[in-house]
C-alpha cells in the first residue's frame, strides 16, 4: 500500500493503515468532551494520543501542530484539520499553524506570491474557526530561521535510502523536494524546541509518512534512551513481554531456568547464555553519546527514584517508577544541550469524497466546496452531486441507499455540530439505508445546510480580516 504525501487524497481500506503502518484504532471513549469529528468515526487512527488525553485530563502542557502546503483552494474537507486544531488549542494546547511554503514551492512549484495569497486565506478560516493568536503560533516555514536550523540537524540523522524506503524518491527527485521533508521533520518537533511536551499531530492519513520518519528522528537525535530490561544483557523488544510474564509469575528465576519454560527457539537461546544470572525488572537507561557530565550528572539524580547500577553506556535503575526516571532523563539532557524530545503523537482523519466521486480535490472546483463559494453555487454543485442512491425511487425504497458511498451524506456526517449535530447525522443514514430517504430531498437539505454554514463562515472570516491586521501573524 502506497501512501503519498503529495498525492494520496484517497485511501480504499483505512482498515490497511492499522496492519501495514502501525496506526491504532482510535477510541474517544477516554476523550474528555470529544469533538464531534472524534464521536462519529471520522478521526478513525491515532498513535501513542494517550499521552495527550492524559495532559488534557491533568492539566498539563502539550502541543498541537498542523498545517497547510498554500498551493489550492481552502475547502470543507480542509476545514477538519483547523477544527481539529482549534479544539486542542481550547483544551490547553500550546498550538501552531504551519503555513508549508518551502514545501509547496520545491514539491509543487508554486510561486511565493502564489503561497501568500493561499496562506492568507488559509489564515483567515483558521481565525474564524476561533484560534487565538495571541495563544498560539502562525509561521511560514521561509521565515522561521529556527526551524531551518533544526531541519539541518535532522538531516545529519537520515539519509537517501531512508528517505527512499518512506517516500519512494527516486533518481529524478529533485534535491529541495527531498530537503521538504526534513523541514516537515522540524515543524513536527518544532514546537518542542524550548521544552519537550507530548505534541499531537491532526492530519489526514496521506502525512502518515512524515510522522514515521520523524518519529525515528526524534529517537535518533535524544543522547540517552529508556527501556526495559530484565538481565544485564539485552533481550530483543519482541520478546520482552513474555520474559516479563514469566518473570512476574516465578520468584528468583535464573536466566537458565526460564530458558526451559520458553517456547521461542531464539529467546531460549539468549536466555541459556544468559546461564545463573538471576532475572528482576529494572528500568535502563542507555546513553547515545552522551556527554561524560552528562552521563555523571544522570547517576546522581536517578539515586533519588531507586537503587542504580552503573555500567559503562547504561544505567539500570530497580524499583523506580518509569515515568520518574523517564522525566529525570529529559531534565538531564536539555541540561546538557540536548533535544529530550518525545515521538510526537498523530490522530488521522478520513477524506471527504469529492462531490463528483473519487478524491476531492482543489484542482477540481466541481469536486469541491470551497469556503469561498457563493452559497447558490454551493447549493448547486451538491444538487449536482454524485450519491449513493438507487436507480429509481421505488429500488431505493425496496433496497435502501448507500450512505456509506454517498458523497452527500458526508456533508452531514463531517458537518460542524452547530450544523448537524450527531443524532441528526444518524437519523439522515438510517433513514437513507431504510429507503425512507430519497436523493432529491436529501440533496435539498444538505444544500441548505451546507450554504448556511458557509454563510456563518464567511461573516466569521470578514472578521477574522480585522484580527489579522491586530495580530502578531506575518503572511
Not at 43 to 56: M, Q, W
Not at 96 to 104: G, N, R, T
Not at 255 to 284: I, M, P, S, Y
Not at 438 to 463: I, M, P
Request: with cysteine; net charge negative; glycine share 8%.
Amino acid at each position: 500500500m502506497d501512501i503519498d504525501p503529495w498525492g494520496s487524497d484517497s485511501v480504499e481500506d483505512y482498515s490497511r493503515l492499522f496492519d501495514e503502518f502501525g496506526i491504532d484504532e482510535f477510541d474517544e471513549s477516554d476523550v474528555p468532551e470529544p469533538l464531534d469529528l472524534m464521536r462519529r468515526g471520522i478521526i478513525f487512527g491515532e498513535r501513542d494520543y494517550d499521552l495527550v488525553e492524559e495532559a488534557i485530563r491533568n492539566g498539563e502542557e502539550f502541543a498541537a501542530l498542523s498545517g497547510f502546503m498554500p498551493s489550492g483552494s481552502l475547502h470543507l474537507g480542509h476545514l477538519m484539520v483547523l477544527r481539529e486544531l482549534v479544539w486542542h488549542q481550547q483544551r490547553g494546547a500550546d498550538t501552531y499553524f504551519v503555513i508549508a511554503d518551502l514545501e509547496a514551492h520545491s514539491a509543487r512549484g508554486m510561486s511565493w506570491e502564489e503561497c501568500e495569497r493561499y496562506a492568507r486565506e488559509y489564515v483567515l478560516s483558521l481565525l474564524a474557526l476561533g484560534f487565538d493568536p495571541e495563544e498560539g503560533e502562525v509561521y511560514r516555514q521561509s521565515e522561521n530561521r529556527e526551524l531551518q536550523d533544526l531541519a539541518f540537524e535532522l538531516g545529519e540523522e537520515t539519509n537517501f535510502n531512508e528517505l527512499n524506503a518512506i517516500y519512494g524518491f527516486d533518481g529524478e527527485t529533485n534535491m529541495g523536494h527531498m530537503q521538504s521533508t526534513l523541514t516537515q521533520a522540524a515543524d513536527i518537533l518544532y514546537p518542542q524546541l524550548d521544552e519537550p511536551k507530548p505534541t499531537v499531530i491532526p492530519v489526514g492519513a496521506d502525512q502518515d509518512p512524515h510522522l514515521r520518519l520523524t518519529r525515528g528522528l526524534a529517537r535518533r537525535t535524544r543522547i540517552f534512551g529508556v527501556t526495559e530490561a530484565y538481565a544485564s544483557f539485552e533481550i530483543e523488544d519482541e520478546h520482552k513481554e513474555a520474559v516479563r510474564q514469566a518473570v512476574e509469575g516465578l520468584e528468583d528465576v535464573t536466566a537458565a531456568e526460564l530458558a526451559e519454560e520458553v517456547d521461542d527457539t531464539q529467546l531460549a537461546e539468549r536466555l541459556r547464555a544468559g546461564g545463573d544470572e538471576g532475572l528482576k525488572h529494572r528500568t535502563r537507561v542507555l546513553s547515545r553519546d552522551a556527554p561524560q557530565e552528562a552521563f555523571d550528572a544522570l547517576a546522581d539524580e536517578l539515586e533519588d527514584t531507586g537503587r542504580v547500577e552503573r555500567f559503562d553506556e547504561h544505567l539500570d535503575v530497580y524499583d523506580a517508577d518509569r515515568e520518574d526516571v523517564e522525566r529525570l532523563v529529559r531534565e538531564v539532557e536539555v541540561e546538557h544541550g540536548g533535544y529530550g524530545f518525545y515521538p510526537p503523537s498523530s490522530i488521522y482523519h478520513r477524506f471527504m469524497t469529492g462531490l463528483t466521486g473519487g478524491k476531492m480535490s482543489s484542482s477540481v472546483p466541481k469536486s469541491h466546496i470551497a469556503v469561498t463559494d457563493d452559497l447558490d453555487d454551493a447549493r448547486e454543485k451538491v444538487m449536482s452531486a454524485k450519491t449513493g442512491g438507487r436507480e429509481t425511487a421505488e429500488e431505493q425504497r425496496e433496497k435502501g441507499g448507500r450512505p456509506d458511498e454517498c458523497p452527500v451524506y458526508e456533508l452531514y456526517a463531517y458537518a460542524d455540530d452547530s450544523v448537524c449535530d450527531d443524532e441528526h447525522a444518524e437519523r439522515v443514514y438510517e433513514e437513507c439505508a431504510g429507503g425512507e430517504r430519497l436523493c432529491g430531498g436529501c440533496k435539498s437539505e444538505a444544500g441548505d445546510l451546507t450554504a448556511e454554514y458557509l454563510e456563518e463562515h464567511q461573516e466569521a472570516r470578514e472578521e477574522a480580516r480585522e484580527t489579522l491586521k491586530g495580530s502578531d501573524i506575518e503572511i
